[in-house]
């Protein structure tokens, strides 16, 4: 069976500190990879999806990055974080025809001081 | 440019009421509509989905109606319980790319 992982489950950074969250995929291959961000209350923002290796799509212009260095691996960074990058950072995969929906991971709340 | 329009924002129900959430979209490529359940803490679980050319899905008392002319679908909580209180997401998913558009989610809950 198929299984997601995201770590770690919360994370406290200063402004201006690196950001640094993994995503891994288990049970699948070249899987469709996506970041999401859910804000206290709100609904999920897409910002960035992946379709292979090296193929990132950015949705939303931001202070952040994504990379997926390997099939089943997906990283969301950033260089310098901002109060405004609080928030609930969801990794998931799906949109593939053996899992049309999304699995989502567990997430990781970052609270930016 | 909110792709997927969901209502209500918040709902409280009594216990053994029924749940309604609807939402409504524009993009005619969509040809996925899931239903995401999301407890406090945790990320989205799917609940149920269907496609466009079924108007109705049930699961146990989880129901999706769908109406393809008008651009719409709703879930159908039946004998709604405390346990099913959560955040209820819809979503829709584009056919050539596969991404989700979510609604904006729907605060539910369930009194004793």
Known sequence: SQTIHQWPATLVQPVGSPLSLECTVEGTSNPNLYWYRQAAGRGLQLLFYSVGIGQISSEVPQNLSASRPQDRQFILSSKKLLLSDSGFYLCAWGGHPSNYGYTFGSGTRLTVV | ?112
């Open chain 2, 1 to 112: 440019q909110q792709q997927v329009k969901q209502s209500p924002q918040s709902l409280i129900v009594q216990k053994g009421g029924i749940s309604i959430i609807n939402c409504a979209y524009e993009n005619t490529a969509f040809d996925y509509f899931p239903w995401y359940q999301q407890f406090p803490g945790k990320g989205p679980a799917l609940l149920i989905a269907i496609r466009p050319d079924v108007s109705e899905k049930k699961e146990g008392r989880f129901t999706i109606s769908f109406n393809k002319s008008a651009k719409q679908f709703s879930l159908h909580i039946m004998d709604s319980q405390p346990g099913d209180s959560a955040t209820y997401f819809c979503a829709a998913s584009e056919f050539n790319t596969g991404k989700l558009i979510f609604g904006q989610g729907t605060t539910l809950q369930v009194k004793p």
